[in-house]
């Protein structure tokens, strides 16, 4: 492996880094609001609401992101000019509604594990659903959510680089042309799986700190 | 008298089990009433049912003049509104078996967030109560300890102490004592009996025959999903009418004397000692000897429980770490 070759490269590649956290960024946040709303609405008393979340992390964890991609950036335009995203767009959508099912399961198996008893004594001192699923239960729950939630985090990282099929300029993008203008792919990849490490283990610290945070006081 | 709580025809079934019966039970406002009876007669689902944590198949409550459930001519149950219910339940403290304290909170947040967030009390309003109520509950060098950090007494404490803060007109006891040390139990009990004092109408599903004898007014024995016998404490426990709770009887007792409970709490450094101390309200009557050698078990009992406290507490200091 060309050392020098990899310090050459490794800003070109970087210039796409901003795009890749971005990418992130933005569905981690749609993933997470999107993930606890259906969580809450699969444990909805209605009937509808449940069906609807349990259809939606049928459908979206049973399908290839790769597809998902496709159909947003590729099919959705046929339906008409409103549904036509810019390549950008369309890949936040497709991570972010892949994310969410994941991460409403993640949220719904934290919000099954606090005990029944700490919802009854909130329901017993006359509280609203609302307030102790925000005040009492979430808050408990968070301990439990924290190593799933991660992991479905570091996940989607690491699939933002599917977004360079639908030309999104990440950094997987930008070594790719590396790749094809140099006829050298040791260095390129090498050096976007380094920058891939570093971002996955932000996370992984991220994760620890979290955990000690949430931990119960003993 | 005009009754507080109003139950009549009450039933409930967990699919094909009947767990109550139509039962009947008016408690008048300041009345302290036990219920006692074998695990699965249903006493526990009865006080669920007041707050509507089970919803009754049939019958009718009836809480402070306001109706929580009633049976409709066609056989339906009509609830009261969402909001109807948690109005109800402002006026009917519950204290679990299982404390359910919130694990994130210290023993005055929870004390704090039902007044804060239902009656919209102000935080300095409910803290100063809160520390009030801690302080009645002997309790409040521990109001910034977490849940986890304190014994089962203490857990149990602060669980009253919660409920009260809602100034319930009704205060409902699930087996209170059962989930917590024996040695324990007597300064839960100890809160409980002022608290009866104090004039708070109770309603107590217990097995401490002890207490029930001490600080009930009325004693309601329940089997198989009915009220067998009631009376008043000294008559159902000292003279039973019916053969099951004679049987009743007989099985606790000869497991657990009666004078074995009411201890003064262990850290309460001497406040009220002796005040709930051992009565002779046992049936069964043990010669003096025997009841010499049993108070020297209880303190025994209770050494060993302080003892197992600190212990737990150095070794929690010891191993508490950051992922623990």
Known sequence: MDWNFVREITPTILEGLSITLSLFLWSVLFSTIGGLILALMRLSGLAPLRWFSAFFGWLFRGIPLLLIMFYVFFALPEFGETWTLPPFRAAVVALSMWAAAYQSEAIRSGIISVDVGQFEAAEALGMSRFHYMRRIVLPQSVRIIVPPFTGNAINLMKQTSLATVITVPEMTLLAQRIISNEFKAVEPLFALAIIFLALTSVLVLAQIGLEHAFRLKT | ?324
């Open chain 2, 1 to 324: 008298m005009n009754p507080i709580v109003k139950v009549s025809g009450l039933e409930k079934s967990f699919g094909d089990l009947q767990i109550l019966n139509g039962i009947d039970i008016e408690v008048a406002s300041g009345e302290v009433v036990a219920i006692i009876g074998p695990s699965g007669s249903g006493k526990t689902t009865v006080l669920r049912c007041l707050n509507l944590l089970e919803r009754p198949d049939g019958g009718r409550i009836e809480v402070n003049g306001r109706v929580v459930c009633e049976e409709q001519p066609n056989g339906k149950v009509k609830f009261a509104s969402k909001r109807e219910i948690r109005e109800i339940r402002e006026e009917l403290g519950m204290v679990f078996q299982r404390f359910n304290l919130f694990p994130h909170m210290t023993a005055l947040q929870n004390i704090v967030e039902a007044p804060k967030a239902v009656k919209g009390v102000s935080r300095t309003d409910a803290e100063a109560k809160a520390r009030e109520l801690l302080d009645s509950v002997g309790l409040s060098h521990r109001a910034d300890h977490y849940p986890l950090q304190m014994s089962g007494g203490q857990q149990q404490r602060v669980a009253i102490a919660r409920s009260l803060a809602m100034d319930p007109a009704v205060m409902l006891f699930d087996e209170v004592t059962s989930a917590v040390d024996p040695e324990l139990a007597g300064e839960i009990l100890l809160v409980m009996k002022r608290l009866a004092d104090e004039g708070m109408t109770m309603i107590v599903v217990t097995h401490e025959m002890g207490f029930a004898a001490d600080v009930a007014d009325r004693v309601l024995f329940m089997d198989h999903g009915a009220v067998v016998e009631q009376g008043p404490a000294q008559q159902v426990l000292g003279q039973p009418q019916h053969a099951r709770t004679k049987a009743f009887l007989r099985a606790v007792l000869d497991r657990t004397p009666m004078d074995a409970v009411s201890e003064p709490p262990t850290d309460e450094a001497g406040s009220q000692p002796g005040e709930a101390g051992s009565q002779p309200v046992d049936a069964t009557s043990p010669d003096a000897t025997d009841t010499k050698v049993e108070r020297l078990e209880t303190e025994l009992a209770q050494l060993r429980g302080e003892l197992d406290v600190t212990r737990r507490q150095l070794e929690q200091k010891r191993d508490s770490r950051p992922w623990g």
